[in-house]
């Protein structure tokens, strides 16, 4: 089965730093491009960013870029947000996502059920 | 970038068929991907490639794509439908790959 778990989120100030982690298992973690995605309350899906099976191409949404690094480390089936110069505007649940392919993503077959990050003084 | 556009809200009564639409340029040239967020619940895939059904999806779950739009059609809709719907592409001609819909509030009357 399928699990991806999300860990890191909370209440931080901004202009301060916090990394999120997704821990997966139930399938070769480093065959597939894993995203982070979120979702502000009460708002849509945002994509945030992408990582390949092997870190070679990575993607983030333009709200993000300079701020937030992912990372993955195939070896701990894990996948990363680095996410540093909070603002109030990135406060929202953060889902974990796995796509169906190593590269190009396409589509998500499997989310986590996220982690909340705040971001207020 | 690219964009994807939905009515922020389809009704309808039980029994009937909803269909929600998304909205994009030469749409019909990519491939189209649903999901489906019930409140306090992470999305979950019903349609991906324009019309194809995961596993464990009811058949009452259907897609189509063409020209500018793509309809995601649910039949016979039940009570257990209503959540909230967002279509996906992949747009590959910029560097914001993943592109979601806003999202439709499907309500069962």
């Known amino acids: 089965e399928v699990q991806l778990v999300e860990s890191g989120g909370g209440l931080v100030q901004p202009g301060r730093s916090l990394r999120l982690s997704c821990a997966a298992s139930?399938?070769?973690?480093?065959?597939?491009?894993m995203h982070w995605v979120r979702q502000a309350p009460g708002k849509g899906l945002e994509w945030v960013s992408g990582?390949?099976?092997?870190?070679?191409?990575?993607g983030y949404a333009d709200s993000v870029k300079g701020r937030f690094t992912i990372s993955r480390d195939n070896a701990k089936n894990s996948l990363y947000l680095q996410m540093n110069s909070l603002r109030a505007e990135d406060t929202a649940l953060y889902y974990c996502?796995?796509?169906?392919?190593?590269?190009?993503?396409?589509?998500?077959?499997?989310w986590g059920q996220g982690t909340l990050v705040t971001v207020s003084s | 970038s690219y964009v994807l556009t939905q009515p922020p809200s389809v009704s309808v009564a039980p029994g009937q068929t909803a269909r929600i639409t998304c909205g994009g340029n030469?749409?019909?040239?990519?491939?189209v991907h649903w999901y489906q967020q019930k409140p306090g619940q992470a999305p979950v895939l019903v349609v991906y490639?324009?019309?194809d059904r995961p596993s464990g999806i009811p058949e009452r779950f259907s897609g189509s794509n063409s020209g500018n739009t793509a309809t995601l059609t649910i039949s016979r809709v039940e009570a257990g439908d209503e959540a909230d719907y967002y279509c996906?592409?992949?747009?590959?001609?910029?560097?914001?790959?993943?592109?979601f819909g806003g999202g439709t509030k499907l309500t069962v009357l």
């Open positions: 490639d324009d019309s």
């Open positions: 139930g399938f070769t973690f480093d065959d597939y491009a």
């Open positions: 996502a796995k796509c169906v392919s190593g590269g190009s993503c396409y589509y998500f077959d499997y």
């Open positions: 030469n749409i019909g040239s990519k491939s």
């Open positions: 990582i390949s099976w092997n870190s070679g191409s990575i």
């Open positions: 996906q592409v992949w747009d590959s001609s910029s560097d914001h790959h993943v592109v």
